[in-house]
């Protein structure tokens, strides 16, 4: 009953006109705010929250971990357990979507026989993103909002995108907005080589903010028809104070991430092998390939030394950063849409070591860090860190870093920019 109380009462206010035409949020995500996986969205929760009047957050699955403590102004709706929704309702009321959206899909670039032979899966996908946009609707009419007094903004450009695309194409919405990462962005990070509904997204979506230039650039050239449509925002990351400076004999290495493939974890193994000074090694994260690389670490040779600390809270590891002298991070990636843990990094003074992909050479630059190749060779990086690490550890050009993190990536300038954005829509 108290919950029913606060949307009339949100509904009253939005209705008085004593607020804005967009200060109720739509907020669709993959996880968030559950588990570990989106982990990033907290920072831009909090600007959000102090400029919505209310935020429902819709997860596509709440499976994957404790809920996060948010704002008092927002709520979390999980209609992925909703009522089963039956095939003739959906192909009731998004038949003709649906197969438009397929047959876009087929006409796309991308190779015709993997889509043929994908065919069965790709249509299971938008029928249960019919499913979802059926639910959002129903509980949307339940709670007595009008979809066209609302801002609509998914965190991904796959996903919810497929389920607010067909509600733009049918009328039930009249705008919406999308960011793009990586994973949601660039094809080749699918094991098919293309996004099939990606045609079908660009045509309904209003407005589609990359996370990079890189991948403004990326969708621009490849879809210059909706080119008007796609711009650049970045994420961000809050003040958190230097990290303690000081002249260790060792080199202290930071690195952040999932233990799985993608991060060629192994590969800064290879490189540490080569520095010819003591170094110890700090990896935060878990993943698939824990013990493997535990096995790994356990052969490296005596004057590396390594601890695997597992996942932190965000607090918790930004708080380690700030209290811990840290030389470098190192990020040895083989894909990247634009990586928070560098943003992290870098407002802390800390400089970066990553490779060359997607968005990350607008982070990590000379006065930041030393950017290296995708296909770097190990003992090439090695030296350059060697040259560099006096340099990096001099207070100045920690300074200097910090002073890129607050014009470029400092969250509450640039989150605040992106409302305006999502409440123009």
Not at 194 to 213: A, E, G, K, N, T
Not at 342 to 361: F, L, Q
Request: aromatic share 12%; charged share 25%.
């Amino acid at each position: 009953m108290k919950e029913k109380l606060e949307h009339i009462e949100v509904m009253q206010k939005h209705a008085s006109g004593t607020q804005a035409k967009r200060d109720v949020l739509f907020l669709f995500t993959g996880y968030a705010p559950f588990g570990r996986y989106e982990v990033y969205i907290k920072n831009e929760l909090q600007i959000l929250s102090k400029n919505f009047l209310k935020i429902y957050i819709f997860p596509a699955d709440s499976s994957k971990g404790e809920k996060w403590e948010l704002p008092e102004n927002i709520e979390v709706v999980k209609i992925e357990k909703d009522s089963p929704v039956s095939k003739s309702e959906v192909w009731g009321k998004y038949g003709s979507q649906i197969l438009s959206a397929m047959a876009a899909g087929l006409a796309s670039r991308g190779n015709l026989g993997s889509k043929l032979s994908r065919f069965r899966e790709e249509l299971s996908w938008i029928v249960d993103a019919a499913r979802r946009a059926i639910r959002l609707e129903k509980w949307a009419i339940e709670h007595g909002f009008d979809f066209r007094n609302l801002s609509l903004y998914s965190n991904w450009f796959v996903g919810w995108a497929d389920s607010l695309s067909l509600m733009k194409a049918s009328g039930v919405i009249d705008s919406f907005l999308c960011r793009a990462h990586g994973y949601d962005l660039y094809p080749q990070r699918r094991p098919w080589g293309y996004i099939f509904f990606r045609p079908f997204h660009l045509r309904m979506v209003d407005r589609v903010i990359c996370i990079s230039q890189a991948g403004m650039d990326f969708l621009q050239e490849n879809y210059p028809a909706f080119k008007d449509k796609i711009s650049r925002s970045y994420l961000g990351v809050f003040d958190r104070g230097l990290s303690i400076l000081r002249d260790p004999e060792e080199i202290r290495v930071l690195s952040c991430s999932n233990m799985i493939p993608l991060k060629r974890i192994h590969r800064i193994m290879a490189i540490l092998k080569e520095l010819d000074r003591p170094v110890h090694w700090v990896h935060f994260g878990s993943g698939a390939l824990e013990e493997e690389l535990r096995q790994q670490a356990s052969e490296l040779p005596e004057h590396i030394s390594w601890e695997f600390p597992g996942r932190l809270p965000n607090d918790e590891l930004l708080a380690w950063y700030r209290d811990n002298h840290i030389d470098f991070l190192i990020n040895v990636s083989e894909s990247e849409g634009l990586p928070v843990s560098i943003m992290e990094a870098i407002s802390m003074g800390i400089p970066s070591v990553a490779t060359d992909v997607g968005g990350t050479r607008e982070i990590v630059r000379s006065d930041t860090g030393l950017l290296i190749p995708a296909d770097f060779d190990d003992k090439e990086v090695a030296n350059q860190i060697l040259e560099k690490i006096e340099i990096w550890r001099n207070p100045w050009y920690r300074e200097s870093t910090r002073i890129f993190w607050k014009e470029n990536f400092n969250a509450e300038e640039n989150f605040k920019n992106f409302i305006q954005t999502l409440k123009q829509l």
